[in-house]
């Protein structure tokens, strides 16, 4: 069974930068892409991108170029969300989700617990 | 973009009620459809994949169809544990999309 398990909570400065980690185990790392979908409070899911776990070629959505960075360490099976130059809007529950087997990159099929990072001075 | 209209935004049902959400497409996706539910300070669980089919482990009272631009989430009788909010999400064309949300309360 496929699991996803994030890193806890953060608090930072505005201007700061944060690094969520998202742990797979269950499956083979590099055939399930990897996708990260934002939620901002009160607020529904807003997809931000993937990341190519065989290549590590990421893709950003628009409004989620420039300080948003998404990486890979696959000797550990995790994928990585850095954030830079936090702003207050960044506040957010940010979430690693991939597909099963079969579906195509943009399948969410197993969940992270979700990663709280609060922006406030 | 596709933009998936999802409706209503919020209702209130009973116990053992059968209640019906919708998600329509802006233009067709096949069956490239997914229904989450999602509890106050949960990750979403996914309910539906490919329109219609039910993920292991869901109740049989969830049920999915549609294709092209028109999907439903049904759930046949309501229960206490199925009060939470509703999405759709589209993956058949980039970038994949998100129905804004059914809130599902207790009346």
Same mark, same amino acid.
């Given at each position: 069974?496929?699991?996803?398990? #994030?890193?806890?909570?953060?608090?930072?400065?505005? +201007?700061?930068?944060?690094?969520? @980690? &998202?742990?797979?185990? +269950?499956?083979?790392?590099?055939?399930?892409?990897?996708?990260? $979908?934002?939620?901002?409070?009160? #607020?529904?899911? %807003?997809?931000?991108?993937? =990341?190519?776990?065989?290549?590590?070629?990421?893709?950003?959505?628009?409004?989620?170029? +420039?300080?948003?960075?998404? @990486?890979?360490?696959?000797?550990?099976?995790?994928?990585?969300?850095? =954030?830079?130059?936090?702003?207050?809007?960044?506040?957010?529950?940010?979430? &690693? /989700? @991939?597909?099963?087997?079969?579906?195509?990159?943009?399948?969410?099929?197993?969940?992270?617990?979700?990663?709280? $990072?609060?922006?406030?001075? | 973009?596709?933009?998936?209209?999802?409706?209503?935004?919020?209702?209130?049902?009973? $116990? +053992?009620?059968?209640?019906? =959400?919708? &998600?329509?497409?802006? #233009?067709?996706?096949?069956? !490239?459809?997914?229904?989450?539910?999602?509890?106050?300070?949960?990750?979403?669980?996914?309910? =539906? !994949? /490919?329109?219609?089919?039910?993920?292991?482990?869901?109740?049989?009272?969830?049920?999915?169809?549609?294709?092209?631009? %028109?999907?439903?989430?049904?759930?046949?009788?309501? #229960?206490?544990?199925?009060?939470?909010?509703?999405?759709?999400?589209?993956?058949?064309? !980039?970038?994949?999309?998100?129905?804004?949300?059914?809130?599902?309360?207790?009346?």
């Amino acid at each position: 069974q496929v699991q996803l398990v #994030q890193s806890g909570s953060e608090l930072k400065k505005p +201007g700061a930068s944060v690094k969520v @980690s &998202c742990k797979a185990s +269950g499956h083979t790392f590099s055939r399930h892409s990897m996708n990260w $979908v934002r939620q901002a409070p009160g #607020q529904g899911l %807003e997809w931000m991108g993937w =990341i190519n776990t065989n290549t590590g070629d990421p893709t950003y959505a628009q409004g989620f170029t +420039g300080r948003f960075v998404f @990486s890979l360490d696959t000797s550990v099976t995790t994928a990585y969300l850095q =954030i830079n130059s936090l702003k207050a809007e960044d506040t957010a529950v940010y979430y &690693c /989700a @991939s597909p099963s087997f079969g579906e195509n990159q943009f399948g969410m099929d197993a969940w992270g617990q979700g990663t709280t $990072v609060t922006v406030s001075s | 973009d596709i933009q998936m209209t999802q409706s209503p935004s919020a209702m209130s049902a009973s $116990v +053992g009620d059968r209640v019906t =959400i919708t &998600c329509r497409a802006s #233009q067709g996706i096949s069956n !490239y459809l997914a229904w989450f539910q999602q509890k106050p300070g949960k990750a979403p669980r996914r309910l =539906i !994949y /490919a329109a219609s089919s039910l993920q292991s482990g869901v109740p049989s009272r969830f049920s999915g169809s549609g294709s092209g631009t %028109e999907f439903t989430l049904t759930i046949s009788s309501l #229960q206490p544990e199925d009060f939470a909010t509703y999405f759709c999400l589209q993956h058949n064309s !980039y970038p994949p999309t998100f129905g804004q949300g059914t809130k599902l309360e207790i009346k």
